[in-house]
T-cell receptor, first 118, second 114 residues
Framework: AQTVTQSQPEMSVQEAETVTLSCTYD???????LFWYKQPPSRQMILVIR??????QNATENRFSVNFQKAAKSFSLKISDSQLGDTAMYFC???????????????FGEGTQLTVNP | ETGVTQTPRHLVMGMTNKKSLKCEQH?????MYWYKQSAKKPLELMFV???????ENNSVPSRFSPECPNSSHLFLHLHTLQPEDSALYLC?????????????FGPGTRLTVT
């Protein structure tokens, strides 16, 4: 079974600064996906970024980028130029790329509450 | 807007009531999921439907009864709930096959059982 660990329950950052959220995972699989989801106070879960394990290049989406270290099983999220609207709970999630399952199965970490201060 | 809607957004019910949660997706997906999110706990996957067939039931009590009449709609029927069932219930959808199987979530239903 896979596990996902987010060791930072809470973090804060000043507006316009950069912050990095940590995530580690444990799996015996070689082919999988990793995601960061954001859940703001509205509770809407929003997909922020995805990384395919077979790709060496780190994914980037505007101000959001990841540092994917496959050997270390680490998948951190960097938010640049933080904005007040980035205040949210951030969840790291693992998905096996097994084609034997119909649909997908996400394993979530416990989340990191990020607060962006003005 | 993620293309997944849930109604109602808030629900208060007594332990003897029967109610239903509804989820609808407009993304052309054919897999749908129910999650329970309680305070201070990771998301718990409850049920998985793929191609309108239930493919996973994670030891959920029988007082929760899912229904998937077609690939766009998913229901969660509730009866004789307990106060500990109070939580945010999230619905999600994804393609059932292929490489791009990430899940898209609805806004959730905040359920309070009194």
């Amino acid at each position: 079974a896979q596990t996902v660990t987010q060791s930072q329950p809470e973090m804060s950052v000043q507006e316009a600064e950069t912050v990095t959220l940590s995530c580690t995972y444990d799996t015996s699989e070689n082919n999988y996906y990793l995601f960061w989801y954001k859940q703001p106070p509205s509770r809407q879960m929003i997909l922020v970024i995805r990384q395919e394990a077979y790709k060496q290049q780190n994914a980037t989406e505007n101000r959001f980028s990841v540092n994917f270290q496959k050997a270390a099983k680490s998948f951190s999220l960097k938010i640049s130029d933080s904005q007040l609207g980035d205040t949210a709970m951030y969840f790291c999630a693992f998905m096996s790329n097994s084609f034997q399952t119909s649909g997908s199965r996400l394993t979530f970490g416990e989340g990191t509450q990020l607060t962006v201060n003005p | 807007e993620t293309g997944v809607t849930q109604t109602p957004r808030h629900l208060v019910m007594g332990m003897t009531n029967k109610k239903s949660l509804k989820c609808e997706q407009h993304l052309g997906h054919n897999a749908m999921y129910w999650y329970k999110q309680s305070a201070k706990k990771p998301l718990e996957l409850m049920f998985v439907y793929s191609l309108e067939e239930r493919v996973e039931n994670n030891s959920v009590p029988s007082r929760f009864s899912p229904e998937c009449p077609n690939s766009s709609h998913l229901f969660l029927h509730l009866h004789t709930l307990q106060p500990e069932d109070s939580a945010l219930y999230l619905c999600a959808s994804s393609p059932s096959s292929g490489r791009q199987r990430e899940q898209y979530f609805g806004p959730g239903t905040r359920l309070t059982v009194t």
